[in-house]
């Protein structure tokens, strides 16, 4: 297992790969959320990778830029360089797996960033959409965003970013998903987010929709002050990816 | 600024983000950034990223660090107990920069938790040469801090409420002085976790707060008796705890704390900073300290080890 940047020296992103228990089943890439959403669920994406990783799978954590350990600040946030940003990470996967298939586990807007990338566009690639955001605009409304001072900058979701980068988000919905429908689909919602995937994929003959009475691993659990692992959500990912 | 992932300790299973200045300011000195909580080394709302940025625009190297089972952090596997590795981790990360030249000497900081680690890690580790204490877990009451305390709440017409009707901490407390009331629950001294230096609780004996504030003076003494810097920044809130700037000076005096201490208090900010104004005002106060500090030069005979 290892830390590691990769990209233009001077645009890096910071990955975390995890290397496969033999034999070698599968390649995934995690897309996080963002925010406190991405602080609070870190860990269990970390678990999550470990068990796959345990099952045989190369795993790619990364961060988007403007995230984490990745280049840049808040106010570098966009989704359309998220989405090139997951691109970029695939290749990195597949240079690193030597493996051409690669599924894809999204949370929450992570979903919603890998669902609209390019390597979605492979029809063998395979997804897990984890409790998606499906209505941005409420999820704005739920994180509560103020008025764009001159510069178009305006503190969102405990972050200064772009009125774009807001616009962006609310803009996304059911038809963020369409490029999905002939694709091999999980659709894995938490306790409380069961109305929030119902929109999504209707016709789509590939998809496999679970509901499991789990804690969500992006809410803060202000006993730990960070969130919960959800074990049986994790081991249900686990197995229907690899 | 160069931004490079470390994989280091036993086994590379620790993880960490080295930021190099382009121009380094501060030669054989860097900041660690430990864990607030169990928060990755990112930090609650990316402040240690952003500091560690920050810093180095300004001359610093840092390295921002997952303690072992923390984040992508891995245990060592040495048996010992969560916050002995800890320790240890601390250790790897001062002997790999040591090692590659990058720095000898260390400003550790921390928030919260991250800040009681910091301290521990300061009284044992004499390469340690300053630390900056956010929001740590242990704050110390005052005269003073009493006196604003019960002056704020008398002009709260809640608090007269629950006076008038039997309901007020402060009586409840005075009937289990007087044996008139049950048992006290928990302490106020501090939101949680235990004191500075007394280990990770296992097997512990409970300690009163007085014991508390005497083990933390003479951790304090040990560090002021070795020049090790010290920035101490509580916010709003905690100011159920800590109300005024110089609490902590007055909560130990006569230890010459004053020379080797910085204090802040920003009453408007929280305890994870989750407004930009925040973040900034504690950007500017840790690179103001640094600039504005001498760390001292450890001496081989230095040890300020606290014992027991």
Redesign the interface.
């Known amino acids: ?5 990769f990209g233009p020296s001077d645009r ?1 992103l ?1 990955g ?1 790969h995890h290397l496969p228990r033999p034999p070698v089943s599968d390649a995934v890439l995690i897309c996080p959320s963002w925010g ?1 959403e991405y ?1 609070y669920a ?2 269990a994406l ?1 678990v999550l990778s470990k068990r796959l990783a345990g099952r045989g799978c190369h795993v790619l954590r990364f961060d988007y830029s403007g ?3 990745s ?1 840049g600040d ?1 106010t570098d946030a966009d989704l359309h360089r998220w989405r090139e940003d997951v691109d970029r990470a695939v290749d990195e996967l597949r240079a690193a797996s030597g493996r051409e298939q690669v599924s894809i586990v999204g949370l929450r807007l992570g979903a919603a960033v890998a669902a609209g990338a390019g390597a979605v566009a492979d029809a063998s690639t395979r997804l897990v959409l984890w409790d998606p955001i499906v209505d941005g605009d409420a999820w704005v409304a739920g994180l509560g965003s103020g008025t764009a001072g001159d510069d178009g900058l305006v ?1 969102f979701g ?3 970013v772009t009125r774009t980068f807001v616009d962006q988000i609310a803009g996304v919905g059911p038809e963020t998903f369409e490029g999905l429908t002939t694709r091999e689909v999980l659709l894995l919602l938490t306790a409380g987010e069961e109305s929030s995937g119902s929109g999504i994929l209707p016709e789509a003959p590939r998809l496999e929709r679970v509901t499991m009475e789990q804690p969500s691993p992006w809410v803060e659990d202000e006993s ?3 969130g919960q692992v959800p074990v049986d959500a994790v081991r249900t990912i686990a197995e229907w990816v690899a | 600024m160069k931004e490079t992932a470390l994989n280091f300790g036993q086994g590379g299973s620790l993880v960490g983000i080295l930021t190099r200045p382009d121009e380094v300011q501060q030669g054989d000195l860097a900041v660690i950034f430990l864990n607030a909580g169990i928060l990755h080394r990112v930090g609650p709302n990316r402040i240690h990223v952003r500091l560690a940025r920050h810093l180095a625009d300004r001359g610093v190297t840092s390295l921002r660090m997952d303690l072992p089972g923390v984040g992508d952090s891995g245990m060592l596997g040495t048996g010992l107990s969560l916050a002995e590795e800890g320790r240890q981790g601390i250790h790897a990360a001062m002997d790999l920069l040591q090692r590659q030249e990058v720095a000898s000497r260390f400003v550790v900081f921390g928030l919260c938790s991250g800040a009681d680690a910091a301290f521990q890690i300061a009284c044992l580790e004499p390469r340690v040469v300053g630390i900056a204490l956010v929001d740590p877990t242990r704050l110390f009451a005052t005269w003073q801090s009493w006196a604003r305390k019960i002056l704020r709440g008398a002009l709260r017409p809640a608090a007269w409420l629950r006076l008038f009707t039997g309901r007020h901490h402060v009586l409840r407390r005075l009937q289990r002085k007087l044996g008139m009331g049950p048992e006290e629950q928990g302490s106020e001294a501090g939101p949680a976790a235990g004191p500075p230096a007394a280990g990770d609780g296992r097997g512990a004996t409970a300690l009163s707060g007085e014991d508390i504030q005497e083990l933390a003076r003479e951790a304090l003494r040990g560090l002021v008796g070795r020049d090790v810097r010290i920035l101490h920044v509580v916010t709003g809130d905690q100011s159920h705890l800590y109300n005024y700037r110089d609490q902590f000076l007055d909560a130990f005096p006569d230890i010459g704390l004053e020379r080797v201490a910085r204090l802040e208090f920003f009453p408007r900010a929280s305890h994870t900073f989750f407004r930009e104004s925040q973040r900034i005002e504690l950007e500017n106060a840790m690179s103001g300290w640094m600039a504005s500090e001498r760390f001292p030069r450890p001496t081989s005979s230095s040890d300020g080890s606290l014992g027991g």
């Open positions: 297992m290892s830390a590691f940047y890096q910071f975390y406190g602080e870190h860990r970390v995230t984490g350990d280049w808040s503190e405990r972050s200064l730990i002050w960070t």
